[in-house]
Structure formats: structure tokens, C-alpha cells
């Protein structure tokens, strides 16, 4: 199998990267990234030094891939407010030329990452399930939203199979500190650097984490199935102080925090159903997250 995996130098691009390699020995890896997020590099891939948006024809017509996994896109929020034709340039016309290109070159099947809480919004029923309005707070979602839908047109039109795993947030090693989704990688960061953290709003806005490390495990499973959307989420909803107190308590500090305003576009309480992942992919989350941030703080310690 050949296997191309879209900013596969970045946080979670990289550990889908390493897990492939683990589970497919005699497989061809390649990574589609323009290193501007990440240059976390496996030595046995084959890397193509590029954005989602330039002509792609070359790399799918020559390396005929089987299976895209497209992780690759814009992922702040706040970004996509300030700039949001910038955010659809990545995330719409970017994963647009993707799924063309899966389409020209005979790819057989594209699993697209998407974003879970950004996508639904505030959502009437917790924890949510993908039966839920859609209804974004941000530029942000309505783009990851579009290119999901996008996906479904080529499925009913050229038969492109896909699967779209809907994430809740992501934390774990090589997650940069400054990615405004990071918010444990940053708490540790501040922490290490004996800088105060900063929690906007009253901090008792809630959010699922999942260890990146499980969702390369279901990114796997989805490999061997088809034409599903499912949240990839641990379905326990954690205020932001309490992944505070957790991530003080793994680094035996007592630093207080500051407070700031809540920033706009901000989901209040985001937790998301796994029943379906369970279901369809037989996957089920591993890592509490207790241990999930001791193993993210050991991995930044090991850096110093």
C-alpha cells in the first residue's frame, strides 16, 4: 500500500506517520507538508515539500497512492475570525485540490480529520452526537465543515471512499505550545518556563481531550473501513481549571494563574459521543488523562 498522509510533519500528522510505519512494514509512506507547523520527520518516509494548495498532480501521478490522510489545514480559531479568506484558502480550496486529486489519480479511500466542537458549536444535547445541528461559532468550522461535505459529494458522484473522523481536542507530545488549540502544551510550557498561566473567562468551559496517540490508533481502524463520519472523542467533558490542577499537580508546581476576557467564537461546553466509533471502527479510547498529560509533560521535560 502507498499511503499519503498531508501534514505529516506536524503534531498529529506525525504520530499517525510513526504508527503506520509500526503496523505496516512493507507499506510506502509519504508526507505532504509545507514544515511551517512542524517538522517532526520520520526517516522512513518520503517527503514532499509542499502546500495543500499548490498543483499536486505530479506527486499523485507518479507515486499512485492508494489511501490519503488528510490532517493538514489552518486550526485557530481566532485566525480564521481575523482572516477568514485566508482560513477557507487552506481549508476549503485546499482540501478541495486533495479530494480532486484522490479523484483523477485513483485514489481508493481518504480519511480527512475534522474538528468535532468547532464543527457543531454549542450544542443542545451532551455529550454531542453526529446527528447534531450543525452550527459553527467561527470561520473555522463552517471551512472544516465544507470540506466534510465535500467529501460526501465525491463518495455519491465518483465513488471516492472516505472517512471523516470528527476530533475533540487533541493534546499530547510535539504539540506546539503556541497552537491556540494546545491549551495543556501551553499550561505545561508556562509552567516550565515559570510563567503564569493564563485561563480566559472563568475557566469553567469544558472540553473533551483525547491523547494523540489514540486517535492514530483509530485513524488505523478507519483504514479498513468506509463512507462514515464519527466523533473520535473520550466522551468526558473537563473544565480548563481542572486540566490546570492536573497539569500543576504533574509538574509539583503551586503557580497561580491569570485570568483574561473569554475570547469570541468560543465553544462554552464541548463534549463528544463515541458510541459510533466504537460501533463502526470496534475502537475505544485508552489513555486517561491523568496519564496522558504525565506522559505529555515527560515528553517536554526530555527536551530541556
Avoid at 101 to 129: F, H, Q
Avoid at 218 to 243: C, D, F, P, W, Y
Amino acid at each position: 500500500m502507498r499511503y499519503l498522509i498531508t501534514g505529516g510533519a506536524g503534531f498529529i500528522g506525525s504520530h499517525i506517520v510513526d504508527k503506520l510505519l509500526e503496523n505496516n512494514k512493507n507499506s510506502q509512506i509519504h508526507i505532504l507538508d509545507d514544515l511551517s507547523s512542524g517538522k517532526n520527520i520520520n526517516m522512513g518516509c518520503i517527503v514532499h515539500k509542499t502546500n495543500i494548495c499548490n498543483n499536486l498532480a505530479k506527486i499523485f501521478e507518479d507515486n499512485r497512492i492508494d489511501i490519503v490522510i488528510h490532517t493538514a489545514a489552518q486550526v485557530m480559531v481566532q485566525k480564521s475570525i481575523d482572516f477568514p479568506v485566508k482560513d477557507a484558502e487552506v481549508n476549503i480550496f485546499g482540501s478541495l485540490n486533495i479530494i480532486e486529486n484522490c479523484r483523477k489519480y485513483g485514489v481508493k479511500k481518504i480519511i480527512y480529520l475534522n474538528s468535532g466542537g468547532a464543527v457543531v458549536g454549542n450544542a443542545e444535547k451532551l455529550p454531542t452526537d453526529e446527528k447534531a445541528l450543525i452550527n459553527p461559532l467561527s470561520p473555522y468550522g463552517v471551512s472544516k465543515y465544507i470540506a466534510e461535505q465535500y467529501l460526501k459529494v465525491y463518495n455519491n458522484l465518483y465513488d471516492l471512499k472516505y472517512m471523516s473522523l470528527r476530533l475533540s481536542n487533541v493534546y499530547g507530545p510535539r504539540q506546539k505550545a503556541s497552537s491556540e488549540g494546545g491549551v495543556i502544551a501551553l499550561f505545561i510550557n508556562n509552567i516550565m518556563q515559570k510563567t503564569n498561566p493564563v485561563i480566559f473567562g472563568d475557566g469553567l468551559q469544558t472540553r473533551d481531550f483525547i491523547f494523540v496517540k489514540d486517535v492514530a490508533d483509530a485513524v488505523m481502524l478507519a483504514t479498513k473501513t468506509e463512507n462514515h463520519t464519527v466523533n473520535i472523542s473520550t466522551g468526558k467533558e473537563t473544565t480548563i481549571k481542572r486540566v490546570l490542577d492536573l497539569v500543576r499537580k504533574s509538574t509539583n508546581s503551586k503557580i497561580s494563574e491569570i485570568t483574561r476576557p473569554q475570547k469570541p467564537g468560543e465553544v462554552r461546553r464541548s463534549v463528544l459521543s463515541n458510541k459510533a466509533a466504537q460501533k463502526i471502527l470496534n475502537w475505544v479510547p485508552k489513555t486517561s488523562l491523568e496519564d496522558g498529560i504525565q506522559k505529555t509533560v515527560e515528553y517536554y521535560k526530555s527536551l530541556k
